[in-house]
């Protein structure tokens, strides 16, 4: 018997492939990666740069929609170590971004 276990997030993950900018809050230091998917209460990136659980992060997402980066706040959940030296990182953020996760959602959703 097989038995599924349902994702518990409030908020699907979309897809996506954006560049980010961030600043670990705690060291003062900035960083840069690629963003695979979002959510109104979270960012999962690729990087170069580690980062620890918990670390404090600013994080600036290029919405290529015309209007300002997306700024928001949140803290690391999780980091892992890839193959190639680089980590994917999963970001819990502060407060739900319905506003930019709707930005990134109309990027892939033809609109009349």
């Known amino acids: 018997m097989r038995i599924l276990v349902k994702d518990k997030r409030l908020f699907e993950r979309i897809a996506t492939d954006l560049p980010l900018r961030f600043m670990d809050l705690d060291a003062n230091k900035v960083g840069h990666g690629q963003a695979c998917d979002v959510s109104a209460k ?4 690729i990087s170069s740069e580690p980062l ?4 404090s992060l600013g994080i ?3 919405i290529p ?3 300002a980066d997306l700024y928001t706040q949140g803290s690391v959940a999780w980091s892992r170590p890839l193959f190639d030296g680089r980590y994917r990182i999963g970001v819990e953020l502060a407060r739900p971004e319905l506003m930019g996760f709707s930005r990134v959602l109309r990027l892939n959703q033809p609109f009349a």
Not at 42 to 45: E, L, P, T
């Open 60 to 62: 600036w997402l290029d």
């Open 42 to 45: 979270g960012v999962g990136f």
């Open 65 to 67: 929609d015309g209007f």
């Open 52 to 55: 620890k659980p918990r670390t």
